[in-house]
Nanobody, 118 residues
């Protein structure tokens, strides 16, 4: 009974900021690491950032120093603070478990569109 709902995307100018939220149903927050993924037009899905159940963070090189992932297990919510946005950050952003278990593949939400103009 897991449902993931992403929100917070939008259209911003280069250098701007957005804060994405991922609200979850079910019990995955207490037992799984979570991550933000993104997929840009014509490109494969890529993992942007990861946060463990204990709060340890990891980031892809292309967002290090600009993005911050956090989680609130009490609220069943994962966040992605995105600063210093670049046009190449334009993509649909999704949250899901890390790693992507077989069950996780049925959890994908609609994603939230982030568009960064130059």
């Amino acid at each position: 009974q897991v449902q993931l709902v992403e929100s917070g995307g939008g259209l911003v100018q280069a250098g701007g900021s957005l804060r994405l939220s991922c609200a979850a149903s079910g019990s995955i927050f207490s037992i799984n690491d979570m991550g933000w993924y993104r997929r840009a037009p014509g490109k494969q899905r890529e993992l942007v950032a990861t946060i463990t159940s204990g709060g340890s963070e990891k980031y892809a090189d292309f967002v290090k120093g600009r993005f911050t992932i956090s989680r609130d297990n009490a609220k069943n919510t994962v966040y992605l603070q995105m600063n210093s946005l670049k046009p190449e950050d334009t993509a649909v952003y999704y949250c899901n478990t890390v790693p992507l278990w077989a069950e996780s593949r049925s959890y994908w939400g609609q994603g939230t569109q982030v568009t960064v103009s130059s």
